[in-house]
């Protein structure tokens, strides 16, 4: 089942996209509305060796979520000492674009 990360701080959420950057994921979605990065934010992220995707959301209400596959999150987690993993609902994760291997 997809999870997500839920209550990112900003600057970390933006660290972690950064990190999976450097490590090889393809930006291959970016929100550009006319508020992106002031009132919300969504990138995609997906690794070219094994299709991966990573889901970042961010509003400026609740910060930042991470949305994936629960090993790339639990490493996520680990490494940057995010808050807990939560389950989403399989209907969820449908409606929230093409997901993947997630």
Not at 9 to 20: A, F, G, N, P, S
Request: net charge negative; with cysteine; charged share 35%.
């Amino acid at each position: 089942m997809p999870c997500k990360i839920e209550n990112v701080e900003t600057e970390t959420w933006h660290r972690v996209i950064e990190d999976l950057l450097a490590e090889g994921f393809v930006e291959v979605y970016r929100y550009d509305g006319f508020d992106a990065g002031i009132d919300y934010n969504r990138f995609e992220l997906r690794n070219p060796s094994d299709d991966e995707l990573v889901v970042f959301e961010w509003d400026n209400w609740t910060e930042g979520e991470i949305w994936g596959a629960p090993e790339r999150l639990e490493a996520l987690l680990q490494k940057h000492q995010l808050p807990e993993l939560v389950e989403i609902e399989e209907s969820r994760a449908a409606s929230s674009r093409a997901w993947g291997k997630v």
